[in-house]
């Protein structure tokens, strides 16, 4: 019985920034212990010299023991494979950048994929491999973020620390503490499970914010709000990486509540084109579609992010040709904060 003063130690050898932040990494534990639920991925950012690797470290063994660790980011998709099976939970650490390849592989290891390879020394013998885990991270900043993988991401920012310790007396005292958290932890999981709460039916990753809103069942501590918060920062991010997002937004802008545009898609192509370049003929920044079919691709990993902001994409058909349809809803979105306030 350790009256929950295990969650006051980790929050205290932990440098979060918020409140917030510390209710959504008490989810992302919570969460991990549950292995038939997808968690999003925790993304420790923060200053140089705010902890995060350390911090990371303090999270992953509280799960794997003291012999957890973080990893480098894989190269390729075999390395990758070998990483996840090297534990329960995937620690990747300082990531500077993420190529598209290494976006979508961190997507399929929080919702999960299969592998079929040959196995070695046969001619055509094969064998698969599934895998699902919980994913961590930690960098300063990793550039353009990706829609589908903002939508798998758990942001948790950490401070400076005011005063400096040594490794040896800080993972002394963390050691020393790690059983009383670990049950502090367990104590919290049999009452968060026990809650009753209803799921929130417009997020992507529906059992974490199910998780959040039985740990706010359980706690009071406004869990579903601070990652409802935490997706909307998210969306902004991907918003201010990604000029044609930009752009339609700003195209959208002009057109009234509660009507659509409906145009080709070469047709929509000439046009954010023009109004990106404008008056002055700026060029085209590297990565602007080409044509009107990467512009539709385009658009289709957008389509969240831009909904979240109030502009709809759909596509549909006519007699002669397809079109894409761009159009704002009579009634603006609510606010997350407000609507978690309802």
């Known amino acids: 019985d350790t009256n929950g003063k295990g969650i006051d130690l980790l929050m205290r050898l932990c440098n979060f920034a918020t409140a917030e932040t510390e209710c959504l990494a008490i989810a992302w534990l919570i969460g991990c212990l549950g292995p038939s639920v997808p968690v999003p991925a925790p993304f420790l950012?923060?200053?140089?010299?705010?902890?995060?690797?350390?911090?990371?470290?303090?999270?992953?063994?509280?799960?794997?023991?003291?012999?957890?660790?973080?990893?480098?980011?894989?190269?390729?998709?075999?390395?990758?494979?070998?990483?996840?099976?090297?534990?329960?939970?995937?620690?990747?650490?300082?990531?500077?950048?993420?190529?598209?390849?290494?976006?979508?592989?961190?997507?399929?290891?929080?919702?999960?994929?299969?592998?079929?390879?040959?196995?070695l020394f046969t001619d055509g013998d094969v064998f698969r491999v599934g895998y699902r885990r919980p994913l961590l991270l930690t960098g300063i900043d990793v550039g353009v973020i990706r829609p589908d993988l903002a939508e798998r991401l758990l942001p948790l920012r950490l401070e400076r620390p005011k005063v400096r310790r040594t490794e040896d007396e800080l993972w002394a005292e963390y050691a020393e503490a790690l059983p009383v958290i670990l049950g502090s932890l367990l104590d919290l999981t049999v009452k968060v499970r026990a809650a009753e709460a209803e799921t929130p039916t417009d997020l992507r990753m529906a059992d974490f914010a199910h998780l959040?809103?039985?740990?706010?069942?359980?706690?009071?501590?406004?869990?579903?709000?601070?990652?409802?918060?935490?997706?909307?920062?998210?969306?902004?991010?991907?918003?201010?990486?990604?000029?044609?997002?930009?752009?339609?937004?700003?195209?959208?802008?002009?057109?009234?509540?509660?009507?659509?545009?409906?145009?080709?898609?070469?047709?929509?192509?000439?046009?954010l084109t023009g109004l990106y370049t404008g008056e002055d003929f700026r060029p085209l920044p590297k990565g602007w579609p080409t044509t009107g079919k990467v512009l539709s691709d385009r658009l289709k990993r957008l389509q969240p992010t831009l909904a979240a902001r109030g502009v709809l994409v759909d596509w549909g058909r006519t007699n002669t040709a397809r079109y894409i349809e761009i159009a704002r809803p009579s009634t603006a979105p609510v606010p997350p904060e407000q609507e978690a306030a309802f």
């Open 212 to 271: 959040c809103a039985q740990l706010d069942a359980a706690t009071g501590l406004g869990a579903l709000a601070a990652y409802r918060a935490s997706l909307d920062d998210l969306n902004d991010d991907v918003i201010e990486g990604d000029l044609l997002a930009q752009t339609v937004l700003k195209h959208a802008a002009g057109i009234e509540p509660g009507t659509e545009q409906r145009m080709t898609s070469a047709e929509w192509l000439h046009c």
């Open 45 to 119: 950012t923060g200053p140089q010299g705010a902890g995060k690797s350390t911090g990371g470290r303090m999270l992953v063994r509280i799960i794997e023991g003291m012999t957890g660790d973080l990893r480098r980011a894989p190269n390729d998709e075999e390395n990758l494979t070998t990483t996840v099976a090297a534990g329960w939970v995937t620690a990747l650490d300082n990531l500077s950048h993420l190529t598209p390849a290494l976006s979508d592989a961190m997507c399929r290891i929080v919702t999960g994929a299969e592998d079929v390879k040959r196995a």
